[in-house]
């Protein structure tokens, strides 16, 4: 008995090879189909006219290739742009595009929700859903481009949406094989930054990966104290663990880790909190990302003034950390680090803690 058809745009060049071979086909045949799919956006294989009529049929009998549905899209005054996706079982995730800064970023999602509950995220609220697989999370780059008309583009990916990419380790290297494949959109490692809330275990193993993406940590404090009261995963990994797990990361020349810190009015933001940070990062060559919170209903925290704001950044800069502060993007439509949620799916409590048992 045939099963259901064999999702394409799921498979990494090596399977799409194999596949082939499965209908009775040359493997090479597999790189013309990936290039279909991957540089031209193509999803009917009636369109993919260098293939013979034969595999054609064979594949519209066997395979698809899907495209998440995009429920809503919208555009921020500052021109980031939002799409809500809707994957094949009904559940929505979101992804979005922030033009210019300087390059073209594309921010996806690599879970539905997210187990790590950080005291100020809303994904963080929802509990895991599920993972996505690695055919959902390159699907939005794919959705993105081709939506954009950036297909033949470069642009850079953040895997800053919904989701602690290293807690859904083996489909996030997956996505990142399938997009940097040369038959495809040749997305180079470099273009690619993995933001971690501090999986140690995982932060070690993917410092082994051959495709080594940029390395973001969000550290938000700078005592175990002040981490463990915001960042529920500081009790299994300490901040310490954290660090020295950066320390022993491998840099290529002139490279650096970014760490990630939200400001939150009255319990990160004082000049002696910035003062022990440049103490804690002073073995690791950083950069540091201040995020002043995004605020949210049932957020239970402040966004501090932009003077401490200021204040903050410039206590690390004058110490020679390389600072940066966050402009929030797509405020307006809720589009903003931390504000990505899609209401009415929360995670059934059993399996998200299930999950969030396994840390
Ligand atoms: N799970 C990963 C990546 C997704 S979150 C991680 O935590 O690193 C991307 C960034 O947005 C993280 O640094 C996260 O701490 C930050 N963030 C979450 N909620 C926020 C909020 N309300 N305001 C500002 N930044 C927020
Ligand atoms: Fe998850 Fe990152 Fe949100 Fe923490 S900040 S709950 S790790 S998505």
């Not at 294989?45 to 698809?64: C, K, P």
């Not at 995220?121 to 390159?138: D, F, H, Q």
């Not at 193993?205 to 175990?224: C, D, I, Q, R, Y």
Request: net charge positive; hydrophobic share 40%; glycine share 8%.
């Amino acid at each position: 008995m045939q099963g259901p058809p064999t999702d394409l745009a799921g498979l990494e060049l090596g399977e799409l090879e194999s596949f082939v071979e499965s209908l009775g086909h040359k493997r090479f045949r597999a790189k013309q189909i990936y290039r279909w799919v991957w540089k031209r956006g193509v999803t009917d294989f009636a369109q993919m006219t260098d293939l013979s009529q034969e595999l054609r049929a064979a594949l519209a009998g066997a395979a698809t290739v899907s495209l998440s549905d995009v429920i809503k899209h919208d555009v921020s005054e500052d021109g980031t742009q939002k799409f809500v996706l809707r994957m094949s079982d009904g559940k929505q995730i979101e992804s979005v595009f922030i033009p210019d800064t300087p390059a073209q970023t594309f921010c996806v999602s690599t879970q539905v929700g997210c187990a790590m509950g950080c005291a100020f995220c809303l994904t963080g609220k929802m509990g895991l859903v599920r993972n996505l697989s690695a055919g959902e999370i390159t699907a939005q780059v794919r959705l993105l481009a081709r939506s954009l008309d950036l297909l033949d583009k470069s642009f850079n990916i953040v895997l800053m949406g919904m989701g602690e990419p290293l807690h859904n380790y083996e489909a996030t290297m997956k996505a990142l094989r399938m997009l940097n494949d040369k038959e495809g959109l040749g997305l180079h490692p470099k273009r690619v930054t993995l933001s971690t809330v501090g999986l140690v275990p995982m932060m070690d193993k993917l410092a082994g990966e051959a495709l080594m993406p940029n390395l973001a940590v969000s550290l938000h404090a700078s005592t175990e104290e002040t981490r463990g009261a915001i960042v529920p995963l500081n009790k299994k990994y300490s901040m310490r663990d954290v660090i020295e797990a950066c320390e022993r990361f491998p840099l290529a020349k002139r490279r650096r880790i970014m760490f990630e810190y939200v400001l939150l009015a009255g319990v990160n933001d004082s000049p002696q909190d910035a003062r022990k940070l440049v103490k804690v990062l002073s073995g690791v060559k950083a950069k540091v990302n201040l995020l002043p919170l995004n605020a949210a209903p049932g957020i239970p925290f402040e966004r501090p003034s932009d003077e401490a704001i200021n204040a903050f950044a410039k206590i690390l800069a004058d110490r020679g950390l390389n600072v940066s502060v966050r402009k929030s993007r797509g405020r307006d439509i809720r589009a903003a680090c931390g504000q990505l949620i899609v209401e009415g799916q929360g995670g059934r409590k059993s399996a998200a803690q299930k999950l969030a048992a396994e840390l």
